[in-house]
Nanobody
Framework: QVQLVESGGGLKQPGGSLRLSCAASGSIFGTYTMNWYRQATGKERELIATRHSGGTTTYADSVKGRFTISRVNAQNTVYLQMNALKPEDTAVYYC?????????WGQGTQVIVSS
């Protein structure tokens, strides 16, 4: 089993920055991919950033150039640096870990962008 714990959410004004963390623990082995998703109220969950096992990263157009996903391998922790926040970034943010064909999810952390 793999456990994921997100942290770092909160309330920010438009234009501000936040860094989300996702700490993974448990049966982590070999290569794995980590993702950040978000889900706004009344909308479907959206994949916004991926750090592939080989180290490459991909982003949704909605966050490209503003958000950065990174991983500290030794700590099995992935971060999402969010800059130039917009009200439309308001959502619950989830991290996921894909390993051996299985998806593991964290509980989510709320981000609110409002003046």
């Amino acid at each position: 089993q793999v456990q994921l714990v997100e942290s770092g959410g909160g309330l920010k004004q438009p234009g501000g920055s936040l860094r989300l963390s996702c700490a993974a623990s448990g049966s982590i082995f070999g290569t794995y991919t980590m993702n950040w998703y978000r889900q706004a109220t009344g909308k479907e969950r959206e994949l916004i950033a991926t750090r592939h096992s080989g180290g490459t990263t991909t982003y949704a157009d909605s966050v490209k150039g503003r958000f950065t996903i990174s991983r500290v391998n030794a700590q099995n922790t992935v971060y999402l640096q969010m800059n130039a926040l917009k009200p439309e970034d308001t959502a619950v943010y989830y991290c996921s870990l894909q390993q051996g064909g299985v998806d593991y999810w964290g509980q989510g952390t709320q981000v609110i962008v409002s003046s």
